[in-house]
T-cell receptor
Framework: GAGVSQSPSNKVTEKGKDVELRCDPISGHTALYWYRQSLGQGLEFLIYFQGNSAPDKSGLPSDRFSAERTGGSVSTLTIQRTQQEDSAVYLCASSTGPGPRYNEQFFGPGTRLTVL | AQSVTQPDIHITVSEGASLELRCNYS??????LFWYVQSPGQGLQLLLKYFSGDTLVQGIKGFEAEFKRSQSSFNLRKPSVHWSDAAEYFCAVTREYGNKLVFGAGTILRVKS
């Protein structure tokens, strides 16, 4: 079956612009995660959605970052007023449910964001 | 707070040689440990995981890892490396009911023929 897909694969934007990154999880997966992979910070957790529960936003680095998940499926990560330090690869993952024991996180190929 | 240290940024091994990638974690409770591999332009793929029980776990692609609580380590090994193993490897930890993976900085593996 299809894996996690992300779009666009690459995004170049100018400082101060808003960007939207999209994630399509594996069908039937109720849990969805966003991570950021940057040269300075490595791989870091951003946000987690599980079903209809309130998302865990504890990893979002600033209030310029937000994410939503519509209909329990597709998720959009929005970065407002982008800064050069936002340049990174944004990875999305999904799993069949919460908790790591029985629910492997499957990762998408990522969106490479470059802020000029 | 959980943290993961991968002391080696780069490792180069000859094809056919054995491999060991080091991972040390810091965590107060029982950790759930993972190794992921990332090939250029690809997402992360799970190689293996440890939750409890036998401290030597087998994974895909001929990899194995050993959990050593006394050393807070979870080193990844492979007896004979293939050129296709060249990639970046990440060790990660979470707690029993955790949903955030905490990753190490990664180790880039180069394989020379």
């Amino acid at each position: 079956g299809a894996g996690v897909s992300q779009s666009p694969s690459n995004k170049v934007t100018e400082k101060g612009k808003d960007v939207e990154l999209r994630c399509d999880p594996i069908s039937g997966h109720t849990a969805l995660y966003w991570y950021r992979q940057s040269l300075g910070q490595g791989l870091e957790f951003l946000i987690y959605f599980q079903g209809n529960s309130a998302p865990d936003k504890s990893g979002l680095p600033s209030d310029r970052f937000s994410a939503e998940r519509t209909g329990g499926s597709v998720s959009t990560l929005t970065i407002q007023r982008t800064q050069q330090e936002d340049s990174a690869v944004y990875l999305c993952a999904s799993s069949t449910g919460p908790g790591p024991r029985y629910n492997e996180q499957f990762f998408g190929p990522g969106t490479r964001l470059t802020v000029l | 707070a959980q943290s993961v240290t991968q002391p080696d940024i780069h490792i180069t091994v000859s094809e056919g040689a054995s491999l060991e990638l080091r991972c040390n974690y810091s965590y107060g409770a029982t950790p759930y440990l993972f190794w992921y591999v990332q090939s250029p332009g690809q997402g992360l793929q799970l190689l293996l995981k440890y939750f409890s029980g036998d401290t030597l776990v087998q994974g895909i692609k001929g990899f194995e890892a050993e959990f050593k609580r006394s050393q807070s380590s979870f080193n990844l090994r492979k007896p004979s490396v293939h050129w296709s193993d060249a990639a970046e490897y990440f060790c990660a930890v979470t707690r029993e009911y955790g949903n955030k993976l905490v990753f190490g900085a990664g180790t880039i593996l180069r394989v020379k023929s």
